[in-house]
């Protein structure tokens, strides 16, 4: 099983709807959780962090979390073409004592006018 | 500019040469991580470097890479002997000392190596 689990799509959403990102985390422990968005030849950028179960809003972005079913996801309302990237699921994974930022594959999300 | 620096942003090697790849941190950051991304694949931790200290390397293959982040200068990734599938984006991030292991890394554009 992988430690962060991310469909790869391509997800496509029409402009306006919202988009919603999914991620499954194996650590059971993890306790930080975050999202980073990376444009097409570009580097990642942070975009949302969250630490607690509930919902975390900043702007059009909304961060889900539920460590019961070791679930995190992303909602994107009012979807713009600039939203157009992939977004990588990224979890703090404690190996023998060693915290890392461990990613997942990513989910390519693709907004159509 | 602030942020992360990578260089070179590209480069070309033929198999069996050696591949340096430096990062300079953000201004006040003394905590470097290295990362590799393959084509349609997600980020890889390789290393995490505070200054003269490598703090976390397992994520380094065993053999022909090394790492190192001196007192005075950039962190350097090192490839020694490269190969085909060596080629890949390699991303620098830094955090802020206060900011260790919060998960909130700031990336370099990377460096992107082609192996011929």
């Known amino acids: 099983q992988k430690e962060v689990e991310q469909n790869s799509g391509p997800l496509s959403v029409p402009e306006g709807a919202i988009a919603s990102l999914n991620c499954t985390y194996s650590d059971r422990g993890s306790q930080s959780f975050f999202w980073y968005r990376q444009y097409s030849g570009k580097s990642p950028e942070l975009i949302m962090s969250i630490y607690s179960n509930g919902d975390k809003e900043d702007g059009r972005f909304t961060a889900q979390l539920n460590k019961a079913s070791q679930y995190v996801s992303l909602l994107i309302r009012d979807s713009q073409p600039s939203d157009s990237a992939t977004y990588l699921c990224a979890v703090i994974i404690v190996n023998f004592g060693n915290e890392k930022l461990t990613f997942g594959t990513g989910t390519r999300l693709t907004i159509i006018p | 500019n602030a942020g992360v620096m990578q260089n070179p942003r590209h480069l070309v090697r033929r198999r069996g040469q050696e591949a340096r790849l430096r990062c300079s941190p953000m201004?006040?950051?003394?905590?470097v991580y290295w990362y590799r991304q393959l084509p349609e694949e997600g980020l890889k931790f390789m290393v995490y470097?505070?200054?003269?200290?490598?703090?976390?390397e397992s994520g380094m293959p065993k053999e022909r890479f090394s790492a190192e982040f001196p007192k005075e200068g950039p962190s350097i990734l090192r490839i020694q002997q490269v190969v085909r599938g060596d080629s890949a984006a390699y991303f620098c991030?830094?955090?802020?000392?206060?900011?260790?292991?919060?998960?909130?890394?700031?990336f370099g554009e990377g460096s992107r190596l082609t192996v011929l």
């Open positions: 201004k006040g950051h003394s905590h």
């Open positions: 470097l505070q200054k003269e200290n490598i703090i976390d």
């Open positions: 991030a830094s955090s802020h000392p206060r900011q260790r292991n919060t998960g909130e890394l700031f």
